[in-house]
């Protein structure tokens, strides 16, 4: 099963900041790599897929980078409602793993 | 409008089985490969299973491969999840999610219904 590895897991950050973490794959993955948004209590939600694509409704302040076993993603300026936690998934093979998450704090 | 709605979720004791639904609505069901995906309390979450949009491919996780088994109905635009010899570790919520693309499942997931919860507990 291909692992995959966020970092920071935590990540302290104010309004107006830009920000970056990382998803690292155990191996490559091409760009089958998605990143989704979570908040208490509520569902995950699709944000980037195929490493850069931005999914329809998603502000431009995301953005996100990379292939074969490091992708990046960022956010330009980070807003209230953006606080939150952040999950990669690897499309590439089965089974369809995600990452542990990168918390995102005031 | 998209939507996913789960149910079936409740108390069983280990040993147990549950039946796990989703009923979908505002798209064309049988194009797209659905998916269930749990959070266990305070964790992260784990992909469990896939089904493609006809039944014929499906695919689940190790630690749940043998044990649980991923259906659909078309007819009934409803996706399935049974659960047998449940243990302590499968207490978590259970999302159903669609694939974004009719033509790829490898671009992610890009509706979720809201979840619903299994406690395994005796």
């Known amino acids: 099963d291909i692992q995959l590895t966020q970092s920071p897991s935590f990540l302290s950050a104010s309004v107006g900041d830009r920000v970056t973490f990382t998803c690292r794959a155990s191996?490559?993955?091409?760009?089958?790599l998605a990143w989704y948004q979570q908040k208490p209590g509520k569902a995950p939600n699709l944000l980037i897929y195929?490493?850069?694509t931005l999914q329809s409704g998603v502000p431009s302040r995301f953005s996100g980078s990379g292939s074969g076993t490091e992708f990046t993603l960022t956010i330009s300026s980070l807003q209230p409602e953006d606080f939150a936690t952040y999950y990669c998934?690897?499309?590439?093979?089965?089974?369809?793993?995600f990452g542990q998450g990168t918390k995102v704090e005031i | 409008e998209v939507q996913l709605l789960e149910s079936g979720g409740g108390l069983v004791q280990p040993g147990g089985s549950l039946r796990l639904s989703c009923a979908a609505s505002?798209?064309?069901?049988?194009?797209?490969?659905m998916n269930w995906v749990r959070q266990a309390p305070g964790k992260g979450l784990e992909w469990i299973s896939s089904?493609?949009?006809?039944?014929?491919?499906?695919n689940y996780a190790d630690s749940v491969k043998g044990r649980f088994t991923i259906s659909r109905d078309n007819s009934k635009n409803t996706v399935y999840l049974q659960m047998n010899s449940v243990r302590v570790d499968d207490t978590a919520i259970y999302y159903c999610?669609?694939?974004?693309?009719?033509?790829?499942?490898?671009?992610?997931?890009?509706?979720w219904g809201q979840g619903t919860l299994a406690t395994v507990s005796s």
């Open positions: 998934q690897q499309l590439n093979s089965y089974p369809r793993t």
């Open positions: 505002g798209f064309t069901f049988s194009s797209y490969a």
């Open positions: 195929t490493a850069s």
């Open positions: 999610a669609k694939a974004e693309s009719t033509v790829t499942t490898r671009t992610g997931l890009d509706s």
């Open positions: 191996q490559g993955i091409s760009s089958y």
């Open positions: 089904i493609s949009g006809n039944g014929g491919t499906i």
